[in-house]
């Protein structure tokens, strides 16, 4: 695997990360994207069900994701092999008659697809039958589409940020935090499971994470803000920031929420990468941060705590060990040419293979 290239980063162990939306993928084509430190393809096989693997063929290494999907396998545009959603190469189109080696298999995670995103299990253990955990906007639309902005910080430093009161007066002074003037906080705190909220005493403005990477923002009874907080790499996330809204309740209006929001949202989120781009780039931990914390990070402190419970290496990606007795490896040893033997190295190119 890519892991080799790449170390994965560390993440909440036997949780859904929300990876992607939905509508970044067709039913054409593949697409390639950075998670986890981890160049990942994903596709949608015969029944428009998502899968994801290592974005690296194991015939030659090339991208898949530059590909195409061919009758719900993924088919790599080098040779073009085909793999299914199971990790299993199809076909080889050079040698149709000749067996497939087994090792000639991709690595793939477990995917799901629910509430307009594509979700990743972390592992190690098996994923749960049950329905991934989302907040309940029952009776709410989404306004409009996505918005997304990949910023240079870790998604730790991010859903910290997202996680504080005491920043609003001074980086968005001009914005969402123009009504807070400066002063005395007592930011209240409660962690129920992988739940964290956090809001001013007697205030019904709330931030809530949704461990492991998705929040929200009440701004009224009938808004919210929503963010999922996507893994790139250990320098680097992408925020996918929606409203949800029941304020315009005639069908097909809760676009005029949808494009306000769209024009805002950049302009808020780059107030908050201003500052936060500038913070020494990491994942955050709990302790030898080099910070000395206030009352007013309460919530930033639970979420450390909840973190370093969960914390460990990224498991998603099955690892397949090149079998020693594959039928399939011996039949590909025949393949390949035989050079002219140097005295010296006879024998070689079967050790080799
Ligand atoms: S590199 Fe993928 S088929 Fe050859
Ligand atoms: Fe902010």
């Known amino acids: 695997m890519t892991r080799s290239e790449a170390a994965p980063l560390q993440v909440i162990q036997n949780r859904w990360y ?27 096989d015969g029944d428009g069900r ?54 000639m298999r991709l690595e793939t995670a477990t995917v799901r697809e629910a509430h307009g995103y594509v979700w990743l299990w972390t592992g190690p253990a098996q994923a749960p039958d049950d329905p991934i955990p989302f907040f309940d906007f029952e009776g709410f639309s989404r306004a409009g589409s996505e918005h997304t902005e990949p910023v240079e910080v870790h998604y730790t430093l991010a859903i910290e940020n997202q996680l504080d009161f005491a920043h609003l007066p001074f980086v968005h002074a001009s914005t969402i935090g123009r009504s807070m003037p400066p002063g005395p906080m007592n930011v209240r705190t409660e962690v129920d499971g992988d739940r964290i909220r956090a809001w001013l005493d007697g205030e019904d ?43 315009v309740t005639v069908p ?7 494009a306000f929001q769209r024009a805002v949202n950049p302009f808020i989120l780059r107030q908050d990468s201003r500052v936060v781009e ?45 079998e020693a007795e594959d ?27």
Request: some cysteine; overall charge positive.
């Open 327 to 353: 039928p399939g490896l011996i039949a590909t040893s025949t393949l390949v040419r035989r050079a002219p033997e140097p005295a010296s190295a006879a024998g070689s190119l079967d050790e080799a293979v």
């Open 278 to 322: 500038a913070i020494p780039n990491g994942e955050t931990r709990l302790r030898d941060m080099g910070e000395v914390l206030v009352p007013s990070d309460a919530a930033i402190i639970a979420y450390r705590r909840w973190r370093e419970a969960g914390r460990g290496p990224l498991a998603a990606f099955s690892d397949r060990p090149v």
């Open 252 to 258: 097909g209006l809760d676009w005029v929420f949808g």
């Open 50 to 103: 998502v899968a994801v693997a290592a974005d690296r063929c194991p015939h030659r290494r090339a991208k898949l994701s530059l590909g195409r999907v061919k009758k719900g396998c993924v088919e790599c545009p080098f040779h073009g092999f085909t793999f299914d959603s199971e990790g299993a190469c199809r076909s080889i189109p050079a040698h149709p008659d000749r067996p497939i080696p087994r090792a």
């Open 18 to 44: 929300a990876v992607i939306a939905s509508s970044e993928l067709g039913a054409e084509r593949p697409i390639g994207r950075r998670r986890f430190g981890i160049d990942v393809v994903f596709w949608r």
């Open 205 to 247: 403005t709330f931030l809530e994470l949704l461990g492991p990477n998705i929040w929200r923002l009440r701004i009224s009874a009938s808004l919210y803000q929503q963010i999922a907080f996507v893994p790139v790499d250990e320098r680097r996330m992408i925020y996918y920031a929606r409203t949800y809204q029941r304020v």
